[in-house]
Structure formats: structure tokens, C-alpha cells
């Protein structure tokens, strides 16, 4: 059986530090190290280290620096454990995998030599272990039900900001358990600084053992070169990045959406990295209503947006024809709309809806019935052309449109609420508002959801509505009739439906 690879010591020369007190731990050369990478080493060695945190701007290495590391534990002097690299997905981990695996090739070592290594890398397993000594390199996506029952030695968390949020914390503690098992174990996250709550900002404010932070402070100034430094620590030593965060300090003076980037990433203020926005002025919907609402002529379109207990279930009808719109919404009785409106911080406003006859209150439920919501619609606006909705409860709203009466037949459109079809029901929604092609009247109901309607852009311009809390959208905000009429509006964009222009009249002179 072959033996375990060649240590190589920290100045390159055979070994004269000795161990460094900790199994598996002894870090190869580090004379291509940047400074600052040099100092996280130097700490990450020193005994009771167990947890350690990093965060630098995008580019700066930190990929590097975690190859190194893993590289570095398995050609160290352990046995029998791994260095897990963990990243939001498979393909992202895999990046830094085949940053080891050129790491390891520069040490003189062959992973193709099968009598040494076995060497996986495929769609669904990238794993580098050495026959003779057990240690291993595996790269991982964010999946706890792959961790579990794995012996780590060493943890690399890549990234844990973009980490999916439902499977984050589990995730965490599958890798705190299997790196417990293996005496003077350590877990490394390196990453740019989250937006709100995390773990990681948890880690960087003290609750790992070790933290080393790089990242501009929110009072100074984003574009002076020494702010860009101190996120920065490889932009004198790095040209690509120090080339690319000037074209992004060029463009975020000019440009709000790339000013969130370049707070987010380039400076790593733990800023959201997309830009707020309501989804339209008040100004410009104030010109679009009517004083008379247009006759409801030709087919109409109607927008579906389904919600919970803690929602409103809404519906929007447009006939393209005439510009003509109209919304209703539904909610169950309990609890009262005094006491929701207490909740939701907005007074009497849901007893004036009801009042109104904008508001569907069906007493003594907590979650209205949307079968009899469709009935309600069918009653009041008659048989839609087609019909859009997003994916939220999709089954629930087919059962819905059978229970409610609808004819059989109607062509029911599934709209996503990211960026892909989001950003395109946003943006046919608002061109039909800025050629006046939507003609409602004033409206209590839609005019307080569009106050609630926010829209979040990314770096490539596109605008979606936001959800949840994106974009600083307030949690219990009540924009579902909103995300009804920008997907009624823009199916009929979509569809090409014209609109009635006036007929010409000629006057004899």
C-alpha cells in the first residue's frame, strides 16, 4: 500500500516547525499568500480554535484561501477524515474542489494515479481521498440528508449568505455534529456579510472563536479609495480586482441598481445587493383613473392572487378593450377586521373596504373558501377569456375554479414570481399604465395595495414585485390585489388583445 504524500513545511524546507499541536492541521507554504490571508492562517492555527469566520468583498481570494486549506488538510499528517467543502449548491462547491485538486497537482501529486487516490468527479460526487492515509477532499451543496453521519475534520462553508434559507440552520448543525467527532475539528464560513438575520452575522459579531472581518463601515464614504481598501485587503495586490471594483465605483455613481451591488459586494456592508422601489407612482396611476369607469366590452382577463390566513385572497378583471379594471378581495371573519386592522397597523381601513363593497368578509372562517370567492367573481364580472394566477396553491385554486362553476375549458395561466416571469408582468403592467391603457376608477382597494407594492431590481435592471420582506416590503403588507392586476394587465399585454381607439369623424370646412 502506498504511503501518505510527502508533508510540505511552511517555508517550503522538510518540516522544521514540527506539528502544530492540532491533528491534521499543518499548513503547507504560504509564501504566495496575501498578507491578510497569511494573518487568518496564522490565527486559524492557534489552539481552541474551533469555529472560525471570515468575510472579505467578492474576488479577493477568499475561494483561493479555502482550496488552500483543504488542500493542505489532506495532505497533512491526519487520518482518516475529510475537508468538506459545503457552498448553496453542488456546482458552486465544485468551483473551489478543482481549486484543490489544482492545488494538489502543484504539489506533485497525481489524483489520476488510481493505486494512490480515489478520485471521483461527476454530476452528484467530487471526492479526492488518499488510499494510504483515509484523508479525503468532498465538495457539497447545501443538503443536510448528504452531511449527516459524515466524519469532517475540517468544514469549509462557502458563501453561507446565498445559502437557501430553509435548509441553512439544519445544514449548520449537520456539519457542527459530524465535525464533533473528530478531535480538534474545525469549521471555517467565508463569505460576504448577510442581510439580517443569519448565523454567519451571528459568527461575525463574536460567536466564533475566531473572527476576521473586512468590510466598510455605513458612515464612510462608499467611493474614497481607503474605504475601498479596508473591504478590500487584495486590491493592491490583486489587478483584475482592483480594475474591476473601479468600473463598479464608476458605475454605482451613476446608476442606483449598481450602487446596491457595489455597497453589498465590492464594499461587503451587508446591504441588500437589488434596490426598492414602489411598483408605480401615485402620480401616474392618479392619471389613469377614470372619472367614468369604460364598459365592460369584449373579453376580459382575470388575475388570481391566492392568500392565507394571513393574506388576502384577491382577483382582478381588465378588459383590454376599454382599458377597464376592477379588483375585489377576500378574507375569512376571524379575527375581526377591527382587530386586523390593529394588527396590520392600518386603523379602519378594512372596515372601510368592506364597507365599500371591496372587501368579501366570509364569516367564521380564518382562511375564506375560494370556491365560493370564484362564485362571488363569476357573479359579479361574468366569465373571464383566460385566467392567471402564480404558483402559490395551485391545486387548491383548480379544486376553487370546479367548486366556484367556472365553464370548463377557461385557459388558466401559471405565472412564477421571480425575476423570469415577475420581471416581465412588471414591466408590461407599467407600460400599459404609462400609455394609459388601464382605466379604473378610484379605487380604495387597489389604491392602498399599490401603496403597499414594492418592487426589488436586479443588477441587470430587472424589476419583480416583492415578497415576504424583499426590498424592505413590510412582512404583513396587503399587495395581494396589487400582484392580481399586474397579472391580469400583463396576460393582456401579452395576448395582443387590442384596445378600442377612437373613431375618426370628418368635419366638412
Known sequence: MAGPPPRTANDGTANPRGDTGVRGFSFGSTHSAIPWQRRFLRGLSRPGVTTAALSVSRSNGKSWLAAKLAADYLLGDGLDSEAVIVASSYTQAKIIYRYVLRMVREAGHDPGDRAVWHYRDSANVALLRHRGTGQAVRALGCDPKRAHGRVFGLALMDEPAQWPRGSRDAMLAAIDTGAGKIEGSRIVALGTRPVGDHWFTDWLEGGADMVQLHAARRSDPIYWLRTIRKANPSFDYLPALRADVLRQREKARKDEAARARYMALALNMGTPDTVEDVLVSPEA????????????????????????FGAFTAAAAFWPRTGRLEAVAACGGIPDLRERGRSDSVGSLYADLARRGELLVQPARRVPDYGVFVADVLARWGVPAVIACDRYKVAEFRDALDAGRMPPGRPLVIRGQGYRDGAEDVRRFLR????????????????????EAKTITDVSGNSKLAKGSEGKRRQRARDDVAAAVVMAVAEADRRGIPADRPALRLVAV
Open 285 to 308: 396611476w392618479e392619471r389613469c383613473e377614470a372619472e367614468k369607469l369604460p364598459d365592460a366590452v369584449g373579453p376580459y382577463v382575470l388575475g388570481f392572487d391566492l392568500g392565507g
Open 432 to 451: 400599459a399604465v404609462l400609455e394609459r391603457r388601464v382605466r379604473p376608477l378610484r379605487s380604495l382597494l387597489i389604491r392602498s395595495a399599490l401603496a
